[in-house]
């Protein structure tokens, strides 16, 4: 079984300041993890992705994510937010013990205030 | 590259009527998926092609939904009747393939078709 959970649904950050998105897993086996963003009236975007190999991952935009397996987090940072930004961002994790598919968490919206 | 096509892009109906969208994955993907995002929520998976079986359709509601991918290439998904519910994005994606545990595949998605059911 696996499952995916974002701590918070909205998140306000002013531009030039950290963003810090929350995403909790639970997996019975090594994950997959992914971080995909979503601009108002789009398809998912893949931001970045953890495959086992490092710990810290980069991504695209400036956003990375650090995979901490005895916290089991994989949580998505970038060091200052831009207008851009504001997006909606979904974790979401897969392995081989749930056939390879892809399970979402619930999203956070990030607003970017000027 | 020409992404994940997706048509129409916006639907309106009146439950109980039916509805169907079409899918056109990235070429030579042989994994489709049909997910359900509903407003406010993450998407969940309804159903997930290799080339045109059914690998998982488990989430599918199969009373009111059917999806197929006859040629193993594009794939129409539709939904007779309708219910309130059942108002949410609908989201094709794809991917080179699914199987095996080195496979860490990204999904490309397309934009989406919005059902509004009143």
């Known amino acids: 079984a696996q499952s995916v959970t974002q701590l918070g649904s909205h998140v306000s950050v002013s531009e030039g300041a950290l963003v810090l998105l929350r995403c909790n897993y639970s997996s019975s086996v090594p994950p997959y993890l992914f971080w995909y963003v979503q601009y108002p009236n789009q398809g998912l975007q893949l931001l970045l992705k953890?495959?086992?190999?490092?710990?810290l991952v980069k991504g695209i935009n400036g956003f990375e994510a650090e995979f901490k397996k005895s916290e089991t987090s994989f949580h998505l940072t970038k060091p200052s937010a831009h207008m851009s930004d504001a997006a909606e961002y979904f974790c979401a994790v897969k392995n081989l013990a749930a056939g390879n598919k892809l399970t979402f968490g619930g999203g956070t919206r990030v607003l970017v205030k000027p | 590259e020409a992404g994940v096509a997706q048509s129409p892009r916006y639907k309106i109906i009146e439950k109980r009527q039916s509805v169907a969208f079409w899918c056109n994955p990235i070429?030579?993907?042989?994994?489709l998926y049909w997910y359900q995002q509903i407003l406010g929520q993450g998407p969940k998976l309804l159903i997930q092609f290799q080339n045109n079986g059914v690998v998982d359709d488990s989430q599918l509601p199969k009373d009111r939904f059917s999806a197929e991918r006859l040629k193993g290439v594009d794939s129409t998904l539709k939904i007779q009747p309708a219910k309130l519910e059942d108002s949410a994005v609908y989201l094709c994606?794809?991917?080179?393939?699914?199987?095996?545990?080195?496979?860490?595949?990204?999904?490309?998605f397309g934009e989406g078709s919005r059902l509004t059911v009143l």
């Open positions: 070429s030579g993907h042989a994994t």
């Open positions: 953890y495959t086992s190999a490092a710990t």
């Open positions: 994606a794809s991917s080179l393939r699914t199987s095996g545990h080195s496979n860490t595949g990204e999904l490309f």
